[in-house]
């Protein structure tokens, strides 16, 4: 009889604990501030990183990071990427004097990522990803894509994003984008948010946009640095992203530490992965259609 009521207990306790899991009443999480000495921070970091990244791109031999990465490790690389495998890489830039740019109340994450995709060129690639419009088509986390403006090789763009790791968090962005060309083989872009806004209610008749920089913090900042480099009979696209979040707070850990950790590098695999498959798509003929 001890034991059944030890096991009836047992099975009681997994199942309010799974219960307080699954359900969709999760704690809130409290707004905070982006703090001056946040985003100071984060610009020193990408300062940093765009030096690195300038230099690397004056060179064709240089151009990509998985160019500057030593042999043999750099040939390892390259000859999975040709396989169809995809390359992450999680990176962190000193500042000028060698030392670690701290980030008071938040956290950098910066990764970098690519794919092979054979068959195609460069203005193939370069075709499918301009095409903003229908970005939320290909990527999973892209719920609306917009163009808003286009001059030349400069775009401004407006997405919504929605991200799900526990909380579910839907953020509206805009992005101002600029595309250079070294040579016909080897093209960059660099991708800035200009205005990121945490969505209240989203998709409810009441919803509506938390102050900019007043709300969950779940992503403050984003840039991206893309490279496209033709050559092995496809084209090299690599991405460089830097993004800024809150920290993870004393009490909620277990709340906000699997999305601010987890989504970054998930959601560059997926821009990659997407980019991959949706433009040899396109480049064949048939433009891709996700359910909504």
């Known amino acids: 009889m001890r034991e059944d009521l030890s096991t009836r207990s047992y099975w009681v306790s997994v199942f309010v604990l799974a ?6 009443q999760v704690p809130a999480v409290a707004n905070v501030e982006l703090m001056p000495q946040t985003l100071e921070a984060f610009d020193r970091y990408v300062r940093a990183t765009e030096a690195r990244i300038d230099k690397q791109r004056t060179r064709p031999e240089t151009f990509l990071y998985i160019d500057t ?7 390892e690389v390259q000859a999975a990427l040709k396989r169809g495998d995809l390359f992450m890489e999680r990176l962190t830039t000193l500042d000028p004097s060698g030392k670690k740019i701290d980030v008071p109340r938040g956290i950098i994450h910066h990764w970098v990522g690519d794919v092979f995709i054979p068959s195609l060129s460069v203005r193939q690639v370069l075709d499918f990803v301009q095409d903003y419009d229908h970005h939320q088509n290909v990527y999973p986390e892209v719920v609306r894509s917009r163009l808003i403006s286009h001059e030349g090789n400069d775009f401004r763009v407006a997405f919504r994003f929605r991200y799900k790791k526990i909380i579910t968090v839907t953020l509206n962005t805009e992005h101002d984008i600029r595309y250079t060309e070294l040579d016909p083989t080897h093209w960059y872009a660099r991708s800035a948010s200009t205005r990121i806004a945490e969505v209240k209610n989203a998709g409810s008749p009441d919803e509506s946009e938390k102050p900019v920089g007043h709300d969950g913090g779940f992503l403050w900042r984003i840039d991206s640095y893309w490279g496209y480099v033709e050559r092995d009979g496809g084209v090299y696209v690599e991405c460089e992203s ?3 979040t809150r920290d993870i707070p004393t009490g909620l850990g277990w709340l906000i530490r699997p999305f601010v950790t ?3 590098r998930e959601s560059l695999e997926h821009t990659l992965n997407g980019t991959r498959g949706a433009a040899s798509t396109r480049a064949g003929g048939a433009r891709p259609s996700r359910e909504p």
Do not use: T
């Open 19 to 24: 219960s307080q899991i699954l359900s969709p």
């Open 69 to 75: 990465l030593p042999d043999p490790k750099r040939g």
């Open 242 to 244: 830097i993004s800024l």
């Open 262 to 264: 987890s989504i970054p």
